[in-house]
């Protein structure tokens, strides 16, 4: 985990909704830029879309878990890792645009 708050949501998420949050696993590590289901899952816009990490600046994602449970993640592709950086139940006000 990229951060303890992420991992608290890890296990928020875990005690709402385990098993669309294994689906989110599977799909995450399988295939972490499937744009297969949009909906669900898909690189976030604005400045959201990527993170700097260890002077990398890496491409971050979002997986919806539940109608307002996210995860999102960033990936180093050299490193074949990904990074949780936020996991949630509710629905992030980061990306609520602001007019």
Do not use: C
């Amino acid at each position: 985990m990229h951060n303890l708050n992420a991992a608290k949501g890890w296990a928020e998420l875990l005690a709402q909704a385990p098993g669309n949050l294994d689906r989110a696993w599977v799909d995450i590590t399988s295939d972490p830029r499937s744009v297969a289901n949009p909906s669900r899952q898909h690189r976030l816009k604005f400045e959201l879309k990527s993170i700097k990490m260890g002077g990398a600046e890496l491409e971050q994602w979002q997986y919806e878990i539940t109608g307002g449970g996210r995860i999102w993640y960033a990936m180093a592709d050299e490193e074949r890792t990904l990074y949780l950086t936020l996991a949630g139940t509710g629905h992030p006000r980061q990306t609520d645009r602001r007019r």
